[in-house]
């Protein structure tokens, strides 16, 4: 962060100072946990309902912190107060980003692949220059800011993924942390219960673009009508990636090795280089085409850019992670998050990997698919059955219609069963596992992980992508 004083704090947040000195300068970081505050922290206290931040301020301030941001009085602790402390945050992550003339900051959003990507992009800038980019899906309201406020003066880039659960969120959090590149993934049917409908999602998501200035970049993915048509919704200029034809930044030549890492030729306007992904699943192409046109834009050569994307890494967890057991058992964590568009891939990649292998997925339930529950469902079911899958554990009541799905293509040669739970997944791995196998896990969250931190816990060797 860039030093403050409390003046200038409260000036930034429309706060007002209380038992403070304006003068006492805030040099960061801005935290809400009070574990984390040291000297020189701001420390936000959010009313929270089982514990309330206010409580630790007195602890925060004895740990160092200058003041604490909050919304009500705390005898002895200067204060920021503010009406409501998360906005308040938003708006002093503006004043900070405001005042960095130096920091390019990349916005991202989609309905799959925006923390794969995000990490993507990040990698690629870290080798430019000082890069902040938050942690995991910390893609919010509150992570947004957060993130946002702990650049400071080295720092050139600000990689950051704006997630939405309506209309009106992105542009939020576009007037928290204004981006002047801004890449738009894909619209799938991810929340589509809160949605409603694909063509709201789409709505919501391209007021990234809408909100970029004459001189930034729209990045969009021309594989996808609903983002390609969203050159129309803003000022800035435009580059198409993907493998359409009319992309500007293409990846043609696609081919995937045993390990479904994709391998292709980089085509661009400056010339064309050839790309060795070393992640796993189909889905990385796009996504990587995305961290290609940023770094174009940003001033990389091609073969500079084709060496970036080959030297990327799995950097957040259970996002195709791909390791292999002591038994000789490979497992595809992809169990993060799951919706029909990132069980398409995973399953794609599970048939790349499958080559010559008996494959095994283990498909929990997908949430938040509002009216198209049932479909979505059923679709991946069949999807499973057409690919080739050769053994199916379909976990929880809810997710049923996967089973059916699969169960309903007649010249299936693979077999479908619906467990109760995880642990019944677990009991049937146990007995039918067997060397060479490869086996995917996903679901939505928290529903295949017990499943895939079983498998893993049985490893002896591995973990990471390979
Ligand atoms: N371009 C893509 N198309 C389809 N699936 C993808 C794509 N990119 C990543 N995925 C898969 O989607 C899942 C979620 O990936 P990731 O966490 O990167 O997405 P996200 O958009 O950040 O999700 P969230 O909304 O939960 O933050 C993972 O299983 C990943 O492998
Ligand atoms: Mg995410």
Redesign the pocket.
């Known amino acids: 962060m860039i030093p403050l004083s409390l003046a200038e704090v409260a000036a930034a947040v429309g706060g007002r100072l209380v038992a403070a000195d304006p003068e006492a300068r805030v040099t960061g970081p801005v935290e809400f946990d009070s574990r984390k505050v040291g000297p020189g922290a701001l420390f936000v206290a959010f009313p929270g309902e089982q514990v309330d931040g206010h409580d630790y301020a007195a602890r925060a301030v004895a740990a160092g912190a200058v003041a604490v941001l909050g919304t009500r009085e705390v005898p002895g602790v200067p204060m920021v107060l503010v009406d409501d402390a998360l906005p308040a945050m938003g708006r002093l992550a503006r004043a900070v980003v405001d005042r960095l003339p130096g920091l390019t900051v990349v916005g991202l959003t989609?309905?799959?692949?925006?923390?794969?990507?995000?990490?993507m992009i990040a990698q690629v800038t870290a080798g430019l220059g000082e890069t902040v980019a938050p942690p995991g899906?910390f893609?919010n309201e509150l992570g947004h800011p957060y993130t946002a406020l702990q650049a400071g003066p080295a720092t050139r880039y600000l990689v950051l993924?704006k997630?939405a659960r309506g209309v009106g969120h992105v542009r939020y959090l576009c007037d928290v942390v204004p981006p002047r590149i801004a890449v738009v993934?894909?619209v799938?049917v991810?929340h589509l219960g809160e949605f409603g409908s694909r063509e709201t999602i789409a709505l919501a998501k391209g007021e990234l673009v809408e909100a970029l200035p004459a001189d930034g970049l729209a990045v969009l993915n021309a594989d996808d009508p609903l983002v390609d048509a969203m050159a129309t919704r803003t000022a800035a200029r435009v580059v198409r990636y993907g493998e359409a034809a009319h992309a500007d930044v293409r990846a043609v030549d696609v081919t995937a090795d045993e390990r479904g890492r994709a391998a292709y030729t980089l085509v661009t306007p400056e010339g064309n280089a050839p790309v060795r992904l070393a992640l796993t699943?189909p889905?990385?192409v796009?996504?990587s085409l995305a961290a290609a046109a940023v770094a174009r834009e940003l001033g990389m050569s091609v073969t500079e850019t084709a060496a970036a994307l080959g030297a990327l890494r799995l950097v957040?967890t259970r996002?195709?992670d791909v390791f292999d057991r002591a038994d000789g058992v490979t497992v595809i964590d992809?169990s993060?998050?799951?919706?029909p568009?990132?069980m398409?891939?995973?399953l794609r990649a599970l048939a790349d990997l499958g080559e010559g292998r008996r494959s095994v997925a283990v498909l929990g339930y997908m949430a938040e698919l509002g009216p198209f529950e049932r479909d979505g469902h059923l679709e991946v079911g069949r999807l499973a059955a057409d690919l080739g899958v050769d053994r199916l554990l379909v976990v929880g009541e809810p997710a049923a219609p996967i089973h059916e799905g699969a169960t309903a293509v007649r010249d299936w040669g693979g077999e479908s069963v619906l467990l109760t739970d995880q642990a019944a997944a677990v009991e049937v791995l146990r007995s039918e596992l067997r060397p060479g196998d490869v086996v995917l896990v996903?679901g939505s969250r928290y529903r295949t992980w017990e499943v895939v931190d079983a498998l893993r816990a049985e490893a002896t060797t591995g973990g990471g992508a390979a």
Do not use: F, I, P, V
Request: glycine share 14%; net charge positive.
């Open positions: 989609g309905s799959s692949g925006k923390t794969s990507t995000k990490d899906s893609n993924e997630g993934l894909n799938g991810a699943g889905h990385q796009s996504n957040s996002r195709m992809d993060y998050n799951a919706n568009a990132s398409a891939a995973a996903k």
